[in-house]
């Protein structure tokens, strides 16, 4: 699996700029209040396609476990609306994802546990409060900065290690080669109308088809070095840094009509969302990065 897909989102900001949230997704680094105003998120349908080795059913819906073992079980890309646990032992127990109305003993921790991310994340709060093309600039200055610390924090491990997953996730070179696809499909292909601007060492969502990843030009077998990668990545960060130069309030409610790639939704959407999917996923893959990066520095 990889680190935390968070892709095709609704974006943080003003609608009349940025973007309306589209129908049934919650707001990039907000909770939602509202669980029944919401369609669950979760399997490849979140992209438009996509296809896992196995799983991908309802077979589990209503069901009741009792006296169950489910010890070291894990759940990937799931629906657990309104589960109920009663009576268990939860310990050592590791959640991620979309949280809304998470009850613990009695106590609705979401708000919580969003105000301690907000706490050590203070971008995540920039990111929601973007309206303008002042504001997007700015968020990206503050992505750079972040990035560049974190890679020359990287750089300390061997190269070898900047190549292992932690916990099943993808490792720090999987992470910049996934940005990498982020921006062409995102700013590339959308915002710029290429047809197909896809690098070869990007890497696409997990549940993406590889033989339709390949399709797009990618090599799903390359194993490039860090440095390959942050060649490749450079370009990428100087291709934002072009368009927001130029941006202006206006251009964010310019309407693209090419999907990222094929098999996303076919469906307009505006320049300012499709910058805000870049930066979301800067933001959010950073926190994955530096999560996995204070693991490998104790190996």
Known sequence: MTNDDTEITSLPGDPAILSPARAGQPAAGSSAVDNKAMAAQYGPHRFGQGSYDEGGTDAYRGQRFQVADLTGARFTDCDMSRVKIVDSWLVGVDISGYVSGLVVNGVDVTGYVDAELDRRHPERVQLREMRTADDLRAMWDTIERLWSATVARARELPEATLHERVD????????????????????????????????????????????????????????????????????????????????????????????????????????????????????????????????????
């Open 168 to 299: 099943e996730e993808w490792s720090f070179t999987e992470t910049l080669r996934h940005l990498i696809f982020i921006t062409d499909a995102w700013a590339s292909r959308t915002v710029l109308d290429e047809p197909r601007p896809y690098d070869p060492v990007g890497v696409t969502q997990t549940a993406y088809p590889a033989a339709e990843a390949a399709a797009l030009g990618i090599d799903v077998a390359a194993d490039p070095t860090l440095d390959d990668v942050l060649a490749v990545r450079a370009g990428r960060l100087a291709l934002i840094r072009g368009i927001l130069d130029g941006l202006t309030d206006a251009e964010l409610g310019r309407v693209c009509t090419r999907s990222p790639a094929p098999g996303y939704p076919q469906q307009e959407r505006p320049v300012g969302e499709c910058l805000s999917v870049v930066m979301d996923e800067e933001c959010e893959h950073h926190r994955f990065a530096t999560r996995d990066l204070a693991v490998l520095e104790t190996r």
